[in-house]
């Protein structure tokens, strides 16, 4: 099925993606979002619970609420959304893209934003028999802070990805343990520090083979030594596997920085016509690696579609506090303001 032809196509539903679907409408362009993953979000997805400090004037935020606020934003001029939506080829016809996904759907566009950051990120999920009545306590991104209060989290993993989220549990519960199949931790020394000294205990050599529900309702862990290991939740973190094989399958000649980002000589603009990126993907001189650079690619690079589409257009958009689009949500959000007070 082929759908309408709209300005951008943005492929990766990310920070940048998101961000860069609410200011192309803002540039009155028509957009269409592909996701790969079930929800939109991107990285932000692996690290919920965690703070962002990295975007001005924005306070520190739970990247649940980060992630939450971008989708509400990107949401605003009725952008076109597909999760589970993978990018698996792209053509080109009479000036026109056309991106096909992994459900058989064909996308036209006149202009294509890369923001698949490093490629279709996935956690590492466990292999072994896990008891479905305990499944939804095993975790592979950091759950929901109020229901660890008086339990016992174990953490499998050994990496600075572990060790950072079993610190974090400590600050919501005093039992925590990580378990590791090596004889040492690969973290940071001063975070496994941290760790030992607020009451973390470490078990090392031993590996998970089997989850099943003890008799107390609990999680029961069975060893490779045969013991068993009783807790409340288990929050797995074994690393990430990455697909980055999508760009090495089109049949356009990108730029490449270290054999994947696509290198622009001139920031979000590729060497071919048509096609931007912006995020993690995109490679540039003067590069800043912050979820808020993100955010300045994403608008630049809807900038660069804008004047390519249109080369009479304007070079930016008009800013917010003055653009006349705003004014209907800026007088709900008055009267909601009066209605508070």
Known sequence: MTQAIVDVIIIGGGPAGLYAAFYAGL????????????????????????????????????????????IQQAQTFQANFYPSSKAVEITKEDNIFYVEDEQGRIHPGRTVLFAI?????????????????VQDHVYYAFPDY???????????????????????????????????????????E???????????????????????QSPDKRMELLLDDHTTLTADHLLVQHGHDRDSSFLDKLAFEFNREQDFYLACEEPTITNVPGCFAAGDIQFSKGKVYLLAGAFQEAALSVN???????????????VSSHNEKFDDFNQTLIEQMDDAN
């Open 146 to 188: 109020r229901i660890l209060k008086d339990t016992h989290m174990i953490v499998s993993g050994g990496g600075d990805g572990a060790v950072d989220y079993a610190n974090e549990c400590l600050k919501f519960t005093d039992t925590v343990s990580i378990i590791y199949r090596g004889d040492k931790l690969k973290a940071h």
């Open 27 to 70: 540039r009155d362009l028509t957009v269409t979002v592909l996701e790969a993953q079930d929800e939109l979000g991107g990285k932000i997805n692996f690290y919920p619970e965690k703070f962002v400090w990295d975007v001005g004037a924005l306070p520190a935020t739970r990247g649940i609420d980060v992630r939450t606020n971008l």
């Open 190 to 212: 001063a975070s496994i520090t941290s760790f030992k000294e607020n009451g973390g205990k470490v078990i090392l050599a031993s590996d998970i083979r089997a989850i099943r």
């Open 304 to 318: 660069q579609i804008k004047q390519y589409l249109d080369p009479e257009s304007f070079g930016h958009g008009m």
């Open 117 to 133: 950051g490093g490629g279709i990120v996935s956690p590492k999920k466990l292999t072994v028999p896990i008891d479905t009545a």
